[in-house]
């Protein structure tokens, strides 16, 4: 199932952003869940996301007008450079993505994060159109 591969995803690269270790222990998640193809698209997506960590937040920094990159929440960083990094990376449609992204952010962070998200990655969208 594509949306739980890509939520695995975001907290493989908010994991990555909190340690050093780099790890992709998929035993961390239900892995019933998961197949072989979800995987795939986890960790090809974290590893282009790692690959490509300054420009992806560059791009973030560009739109986040009036806050620095180390001022937003650690979880709405991970969510951007996720959704950004598949837009970047993947054939997904954009709104697939900027939904998914604006799901993980209600889930996981806080009540004002979803906005904050959907603005940023919608102008990402505009700009790239």
Do not use: H
């Not at 975001?10 to 992709?24: A, G, K, P, S």
């Not at 979800?38 to 791009?59: E, G, H, R, T, Y």
């Not at 951007?80 to 996981?108: H, Q, R, W």
């Amino acid at each position: 199932m594509r949306a739980y591969a890509r939520e695995t995803a975001f907290c493989l690269v908010y994991r990555n952003n909190m340690e050093t270790d780099r790890q992709e222990n998929f035993l961390l998640f239900d892995e019933d869940k998961l197949t072989d193809t979800d995987k795939q698209f986890c960790s090809q997506l974290v590893d282009f996301v790692s690959a490509n960590k300054q420009k992806i937040d560059d791009i973030i920094s560009s739109y986040s007008k009036g806050f620095r990159l180390q001022r937003l929440c650690k979880t709405d960083l991970a969510v951007l450079e996720t959704a950004i990094g598949e837009m970047m990376s993947c054939d997904t449609p954009f709104p697939v993505v900027i939904n998914e992204a604006v799901g993980f952010a209600k889930k996981y962070s806080t009540p004002k994060s979803a906005s904050f998200v959907n603005g940023i990655l919608a102008s990402y969208v505009r700009e790239r159109q």
